[in-house]
């Protein structure tokens, strides 16, 4: 390796490098970071630019209109600021979104932070430790569809839960709402982002100094308290991070809730494919519009709580 | 001999046992219900333990020519694969240093990970279909004839739906990049610089040499996200699918245990992948072991 060095090189010469370097190193970074730069302009600012665009634009049956028009935005609300005639679809829909989220985020956060706190708190093995943690981050680069439909043995009418159900004598008939319902919905989500928030939290958990946990012990706190006062705290920033990942991945679906909720079940996602599906371009856009600045103020509010930068 | 265990590390690890389970029991279950027998179905009882499934997977499913979609998976996951750690380790490597709009780029990477799939793969549509729309004008405008009669559009695998999954991909990429470089030993290339060698050489003979098993460990995610990507590519892909759209649309027509076949067959490739990923890793290590042992 020594020898593709240039040994040879006398004090002027290397005098002489060393006063070019500078001005190749002010450009090199530039031209480094160019295609994430040119990559995310492309599939990432001008696309949204175009769905912004796009959402105050008119259309009709086969094409789009640029005339700049409120409609998409009126027709999405209409009729939601009736007070007498009950809540309208758009609203009756981010509910229903909002409901999920919450629920989902709910049990993902408490099984996430219980995975990760075992794994960074109870194993003495760092060997161990990797081989479980990758255990568990395996499956997130399987196909989600695939863990999808891998429920239908389990969950069907004839599957292996209602077969148990009966014969245990714990209920006379199959039921039907373990798939295809809210709950397979909701069961399928923990089983796909648990990942998402196990991750991040372990991230914090590890970076947790364990002369903290120590001296708290010593000052004679519980351990309800250190988990409550030390660790919980510290872990903050892990479940912020993975918080959001759920939020987004929730709020944005339309492939989990049509798979596992037998195309039954209504979620924006699934309006904004719909109207894609119809060619409704503008309306679509104007969908999108909407639940990118819900999503971004639940992720504002969120990062209030969190600098991520830090936590890489 | 260690201290005994406390109750609460039993609890939590049953706890973490049958999340364990949980995740893998359902893809388990699956795999072996492939090998039902003729007359078996999508459930338990196994009717006897055949290959049928496959064979049936083999000659293919109905209308949908899978195998096509296979290869077309297959080429995009390869080319997302090599972008994307490419892409990610020159932009990982220009963050160590200052540049102009550095916290730009990086808000935009982070927030092309955190905007809802459906939204960018939409976006992305709607970017195309206006350039469509322009090309056609200017074609007509300056009479060009073969984009009036063959020209439909410039929506395609290879380029809608090659961009939806790298905005899927590099934020993942440049993450994983930061975590590697924030640990990274800068006194070597330090001492490197001090012995004269050029940047590239630098970055050749010490920097590459650190950090490529976890360019092993990038390009890993580069091909999975992609062979399993169906949010971002759903609306960006053009006219025809790649194999996890195709394996969408047929949750709702196929009712056989081909579908468990063909769910095995494509975690199959995952799991291939992600063992030789890992072995990859490893050999690499060694590798570089032995010459620092040969070094001395």
């Known amino acids: 390796m020594s ?51 796009v959402s105050l634009w008119d259309y009709t049956e086969y094409s789009l209109v640029p005339a ?50 075992f794994l960074a708190f109870h194993l003495r093995s760092n060997t161990t430790r990797n081989a479980l943690f990758l255990l568990c981050t395996a499956p997130f680069l399987t196909s989600n569809v695939i863990r999808m439909i891998s429920w239908i043995p389990l969950l069907g009418r004839e599957g292996a839960v209602n077969r148990a159900l009966l014969s245990l004598g714990i209920v006379d008939a199959p039921q039907d709402w373990l798939l295809f319902s809210e709950f397979s919905v909701v069961l399928a989500f923990v089983h796909l982002y648990t990942l998402f928030v196990v991750v991040p939290v372990f991230n914090s958990l590890m970076r947790i100094d364990r002369r903290l946990i120590e001296a708290a012990r010593d000052l004679g706190a519980s351990g309800t308290q250190i988990l409550l006062h030390v660790i919980l705290p510290l ?42 599906s119809y060619l409704q371009f503008p309306a679509a856009a104007a969908q999108a519009m909407v639940l990118l600045a819900l999503v971004l103020i639940m992720i504002a509010v969120m990062t209030k709580l969190v600098d991520i930068r830090r936590e890489l | 001999m260690s201290e005994a265990r406390p109750r609460s590390f039993w ?72 972008l994307t ?27 092309s990970l955190i905007v809802p799939s459906i939204v960018v793969s939409l976006g992305i549509a709607l970017e195309f279909r206006l350039l469509d729309d322009a090309i056609k004008a200017w074609g007509d405008a300056h009479g060009i004839a073969w984009i009036a009669e063959s020209y439909t559009t410039a929506m395609g695998l290879f380029t809608s739906g090659l961009g939806a999954q790298l905005t899927w991909t590099l934020p993942f990429g440049l993450l994983i990049m930061f ?8 006194e070597l290339e330090e001492a490197g610089r001090d012995l004269g060698a050029s940047p590239w050489q630098v970055f050749r003979h010490v920097v590459l040499p650190l950090i490529g098993p976890s360019l092993v460990g990038v390009a890993l995610f580069g091909f999975t996200l992609s062979w399993d990507e169906i949010a971002r590519s759903s609306q960006a892909i053009g006219d025809v699918n790649t194999l996890p759209l195709e394996l969408q649309g047929l949750t709702t027509t196929v009712t056989t245990p081909e579908i468990y076949a063909l769910g095995t067959l494509t975690t199959g490739v995952s799991v291939l992948v992600i063992a030789f990923a890992f072995m990859l890793f490893v050999a690499v290590r060694r590798w570089q072991g032995q010459r620092a042992l040969k070094a001395r």
Not at chain 1, 238 to 249: A, K, Q
Not at chain 2, 94 to 107: C, D, K, N
Not at chain 2, 180 to 186: E, W
């Open chain 1, 3 to 53: 020898s593709s060095l240039p040994e040879a090189m006398t004090l002027p010469a290397r005098e002489a490098s060393r006063a070019a370097a500078p001005r190749r190193r002010w450009a090199a970074p530039l031209w480094q970071a160019m295609p994430l730069g040119l990559v995310l302009a492309g599939f990432f600012v001008l696309p949204l630019l175009a769905t912004a665009v």
């Open chain 1, 68 to 117: 700049v028009t409120l409609r998409n935005y009126r027709d999405m609300f209409e009729g939601c600021f009736d007070v007498s005639g009950g809540l309208c679809t758009t609203f009756a829909t981010y509910l229903s979104t909002f409901r999920l989220c919450l629920i989902v985020w709910a049990i993902t956060l408490a099984l996430g932070f219980t995975v990760a706190y």
């Open chain 1, 235 to 276: 872990a903050k920033p892990g479940m912020v991070i993975g918080s959001i990942f759920v939020i987004v991945l929730v709020m944005g679906d339309f492939v989990t809730i049509g798979v596992m909720g037998g195309q039954q079940i209504a979620s924006v996602g699934k309006i904004i494919q719909v109207q894609m």
């Open chain 2, 11 to 82: 609890i939590l690890a049953a706890i973490f046992a049958l999340f364990v389970l949980f995740l893998y029991g359902p893809t388990l279950t699956i795999m072996v219900l492939s090998f039902q027998g003729p007359d078996g179905g999508l459930t338990f009882p196994m009717n006897g333990l055949s290959l049928t499934w496959y064979t049936r997977l083999w000659e293919g499913v109905g209308v949908v020519d899978i195998w096509a979609a296979f290869r077309r998976s297959v080429r995009l996951g390869l080319l997302v694969m090599v």
């Open chain 2, 85 to 111: 750690t490419i892409i990610a380790l020159l932009a990982g490597y220009a963050f160590r240093r200052r540049f102009p709009g550095q916290g730009l780029l990086f808000q935009l990477t982070v927030a």
């Open chain 2, 179 to 186: 975590a590697v470089f924030n640990r990274f030993p800068g």
